[in-house]
Every structure is written in C-alpha cells, then in structure tokens.
C-alpha cells in the first residue's frame, strides 16, 4: 500500500515524498487508518516494523490545517536516545507542515531544562519525552495540559520494566480524559494488558510480524573498538576492487571524518548528510548512482527511499540505536533479487545494541575476525558484555530510583547527531 492512499494532507505527503517514503509497512497498513478515526489502538510491534511513522503520520495529518492551538500531542519514550530519535523523525515528516515539536529528556544540564520550559510555556504542538523529565516539568506547574488530545506510549514494555509505570500513571492522570491513547509494545504480557485496561477506551489490537533482512545479504560482524574503526575501512577497501560501497555512519560529525580520512587517501567518495545543501547531495548521489563515485559515507538520511541498483556493500561504522535503521540500512544491498554484503563495526559501548538487533531478527550475525594489527581489538567479547549490560538494565528500574525526578534513562549520556 503506498502512502498516497490515505488521502493525507498535500503538507505531509511533501515531507513523505522528500524523505523517500513511498510504501507503507505491515504495521502501518493496519493502524494508521484506526488512527485518524480517532481510535485507540493497542499494536504489538517490534523495532524494525516501522511502528514510529505509524503513529507519527495519522497524528500530524490531523494537525495539519487544524485550528488548535497549545500542547496536542505527548509521546513518551523510556529512554532519551529514543525520544532523540522519533524527534529527528518527527522533524522530517512534519518540515512541509506547521507543527512544532522538542524532545524533553534529562542529562543537559540546567540551560536545556530552561530551553525546555520555554518551549513548554510557549505551547509546541508536539512533546517527546523521558517519563521522569517530563514529570519534573509537570510538577513545577506551568505546563498547560488541558489541550491534549492525544497521548503515545511507545516500548511501553521496556518502560514498565525499567519502573516507570508510577510516573506514567503520575502524568495520565493529569490529562484530559477525552483524548486518543495508543500503546505500541514489543510483547504483550499480562501486565502490559492490565496496564493498558487502566489507559485506554474499546482499543482496536494490531500484532504485527517481526520483519527480517533479505536472505541473499551475507551478514558479519567485526567487534572493534573506535580506535580501529578507520583503520578497518581502509583494510577493507584495499581489496575492494570496484565494487560499489555504501558506508553509513550515526552522526555527521562521524559522516566527515571518514570522507576527509579517505578523500586524502585519494579514494574518489562522495558524502551525503543533512548540512549539505540540496545541490551537494544530488550531485553526491548522481555521481554514486552513474558509478563515478564508488564510495559514498551517509547519514541515516540515505538508509530509506534511495533506488540504487548494484550496491556490493553496506558498511554500519557504528551500530543503529534501532533495529529498524539497520534493517533499512542493509537493505540498500541485495535489491533486486542480487546479492550484497553487509558490514557491521561494534564496539564494546554498542554490544547491547547489537544483541537487540540480533534478537529482532532471531538471528546470531557471524562474527568476522580483524586483521592483524588493528588497534582497535576489544578487551571483551560482545558476548560477554551484552550479558553484563542487559543484568544491569533488567535491574535499574527496579526501586532503585523510585521517587526521583530523574530516571537512570534520562540521565545517560548521548551523543546528539
């Protein structure tokens, strides 16, 4: 089903069309049309189906061209790496409309807190929040909540187990009572059930399958730390030959320093990310698609809506915060019933994420050993790491930090892109 289908405002399908969204997933197929009746929703779906443009769409459709005026629209994430994520979503889909948004989540100080409260004050249509930052605004009471129509609880899974449900609850009950919940979960255990009878009216129930890579992408993993990243490219690009290759990196801070390393290398590569003018990036991209270019290192920007045929390799220099990213990621390579590799750099600081994307695809992706000499070589196996890591989030929420303004989630440190 393509986006055109759903008779969304001329604005949206704008941004729609500019981000490279042409057909619509499972999951968004079944909800958003629930959505824009009004309805509220209950979905199991996990990262990867496509479920934040889900939710996303329907609510700025029917922002767009409306009268109200205030706070609309609160989405709550259990982390801020999230809430940073659907934001920067959020930001593409709606540039061609008139909402506005902020994402609210702790770690920045006080500066970002009174940014926030302006923001807040002044009345952005949109909120993507941690629960606890967006409680401690709440509680210092300039926030007007009275305009609220809707209400998403995203991963309401995770928020649950990490703790957060008292402070969720501490904020449904300051909203209006007429207004559109939807509740999107990975699973949906009996407490996320019982938790969903207490928020929401006559749900409609989506469950959605987990969505898969293309079979013929040989996947590898290289577990290297950031020192022996950019050493590893160029390894890898020694033997590359003139096959095709598509480097993704998170940040455009990371975007620059790999063109600038292999540009003085004399590779011919072009870069794509969201500081270059328009011109700058058609041209990067036309030279990549008429084969002038062998090379190009992007932005998550490049991940959707690009027709390149005959991309060899994919390489992740770092890992997705979503297993939705590294899906549309790969899925640059392989097209077209070719076949294609995809490269993945973890580093010991983004084990965990992996595992989560491994878990996704109900898959382990082969692990790929270093050439010898890169530095890069960490001092424990991923294995191991993701282990410690999931022991100590399964156990963070759990009253540790009950009564705080502030949850562990909000308070760790992210690099913003």
């Known amino acids: 089903m393509k986006f055109t289908e759903f008779d969304f405002t001329p604005a949206l399908l704008e941004g729609l069309d ?3 969204f042409e057909e619509a997933t499972p999951v968004q197929e079944q909800t958003i049309p629930i959505i824009l ?11 990867g189906t496509g479920k934040t443009a889900a939710f996303l769409l329907p609510i700025l459709n029917n922002l767009d061209g409306s009268d109200e005026e205030g706070l609309t629209t609160i989405i709550i994430e259990p982390t801020r790496e999230l809430a940073i994520q659907v934001d920067q979503q959020l930001e ?4 061609f409309t008139p909402a506005s948004s902020i994402a609210i989540y702790g770690g920045r100080g006080g500066q970002a807190m009174e940014q926030e409260k302006r923001a807040l004050k002044r009345g952005a249509s949109i909120i993507v929040a941690t629960p606890g930052r967006l409680k401690s605004h709440l509680d210092l009471g300039y926030v007007n909540l009275k305009t609220v129509k809707h209400l998403i609880l995203d991963e309401a899974d995770r928020m649950l187990d990490m703790g957060f449900a008292p402070d969720i609850m501490h904020i449904v009950n300051k909203l209006p009572r007429d207004r559109q919940t939807l509740l999107f979960s990975a699973t949906m255990p009996p407490l996320i059930r019982k938790f969903a009878r207490q928020l929401l009216r006559d749900p409609k129930e989506v469950n959605i399958a987990i969505s898969k890579p293309a079979e013929k992408i040989l996947q590898a993993v290289y577990e290297v730390n950031d020192a022996g990243k950019i050493p590893l490219i160029e390894h890898l690009l020694t033997n590359a030959g003139e096959k095709r ?3 993704f990196a998170s940040t455009k801070k990371g975007v620059r320093e790999i063109y600038q390393t292999l540009y003085q290398k004399k590779y011919k590569i072009g870069a794509i990310h969201s500081d270059l003018d328009q011109k700058a990036r058609e041209e990067a991209l036309l030279a990549f698609k008429n084969g002038s270019v062998k090379i190009v290192v992007a932005t998550d920007v490049l991940s959707r809506g690009i027709d390149i045929s005959g ?4 390489i992740n220099y770092d890992v997705p915060n979503d297993g939705e990213d590294y899906i549309h990621r790969i899925g640059r390579t392989a097209r077209a019933d070719a076949s294609g590799v995809a490269l ?3 580093s010991e600081d983004e084990c965990y994420r992996m595992h989560r994307i491994e878990a996704l695809m109900e898959m382990q992706v082969m692990r790929a050993p270093l050439p010898p000499g890169n530095p890069g070589v960490p001092s424990m196996p991923c294995s191991e790491r993701a282990k410690k890591k999931r022991y100590s989030r399964s156990n963070s929420g759990r009253g540790r930090h009950k009564g705080r303004g502030q949850k562990r989630s909000d308070r760790r440190p992210k690099r913003r892109s």
């Not at 009746?37 to 990262?47: E, H, I, R, S």
Request: no cysteine; proline share 0%; glycine share 10%.
């Open 37 to 47: 009746k009004g309805q509220d929703v209950l979905a199991v779906a996990q990262t």
């Open 245 to 247: 290759i598509l480097i």
């Open 92 to 95: 593409g889909f709606s540039y």
């Open 344 to 346: 993945t750099f973890v």
């Open 311 to 314: 991309i060899d390799v994919v």
């Open 18 to 20: 500019a981000m490279g």
